[in-house]
């Protein structure tokens, strides 16, 4: 009967072991499994943190872009002058009088007079941190042709900076000219300077086909373009 007693105890002290040590596992599986799901939580949060950085770190470097070229665009003048772009105590991207369109500034001068020849006309956009007008597709052909109206004679015209030389037409900007919107048939005095005509013979031609050649000795009015200033926000 001792025997007997003594191997009850055994392995009733085996049974709550065993229990004691399914216990613990189970807790320490427990616990695992917590911390994992912490861990998890955490990488979660590292994520969208590190998100939130990156995006914040995209828009210092727009930002600092925007400076730069806003920096860039006020140098280009020997004295900047604030009162043109801010004529509200607001920043704006041109000066009053100028047009923006596609990050560019234009100035169509339509004055009643005085007009210039090609070299004046140059001269007063780059008094101006300018240059003569550079047409680069068809979409600033048809800005630049919408807003330039007609004026005392169908064979008046705006200077364009676009010249020729060495029988090459050059931009001011020192590309080749690879868009050829010349009138079917020239107009008026030939020349090696080119203007735009909107109504040579009275009519409207089509926006393709009104640029017309002339000399540098006639007086005309004339089309600037300058990079808009960025203003960041």
């Not at 600092?64 to 043109?84: C, E, H, M, V």
């Not at 001068?109 to 070299?119: E, R, V």
């Not at 029988?167 to 868009?179: A, F, S």
Request: with cysteine.
């Amino acid at each position: 009967m001792e025997q007997e007693a003594s191997l009850m105890n055994v392995q009733t002290s085996t049974d709550t072991s065993c229990c004691f040590l399914s216990f613990v596992a189970v807790v320490s599986e427990t616990k695992c499994e917590a911390r994992l799901g912490d861990k998890e939580v955490g990488i979660k949060q590292l994520t969208v943190e590190i998100k939130n950085l990156e995006q914040l770190i995209d828009q210092l470097r727009r930002e600092r872009d925007n400076l730069s070229q806003n920096q860039k665009g006020i140098l280009t003048f020997n004295k900047f002058p604030a009162s043109d772009f801010s004529p509200n105590k607001t920043c704006q991207l041109c000066q009053s009088g100028w047009i923006l369109f596609q990050g560019k500034c234009y100035l169509f001068y339509k004055k009643a007079g005085p007009w210039f020849t090609w070299d004046q006309s140059r001269e007063y956009c780059q008094g101006r941190s300018a240059d003569l007008v550079v047409i680069d597709n068809l979409q600033e052909q048809e800005f630049v042709t919408n807003h330039s109206v007609y004026y005392y004679d169908p064979i008046c015209g705006y200077w364009l900076g676009l010249q020729q030389i060495n029988r090459i037409w050059i931009w001011v900007d020192g590309q080749e000219d690879n868009l050829g919107y010349w009138m079917q048939q020239p107009y008026g005095a030939s020349g090696a300077f080119a203007m735009l005509i909107p109504r040579p013979n009275g009519t409207v031609p089509p926006v393709t086909q009104n640029w017309d050649t002339c000399h540098n000795l006639y007086s005309f009015r004339f089309i600037c373009e300058r990079d808009a200033l960025i203003i960041s926000n």
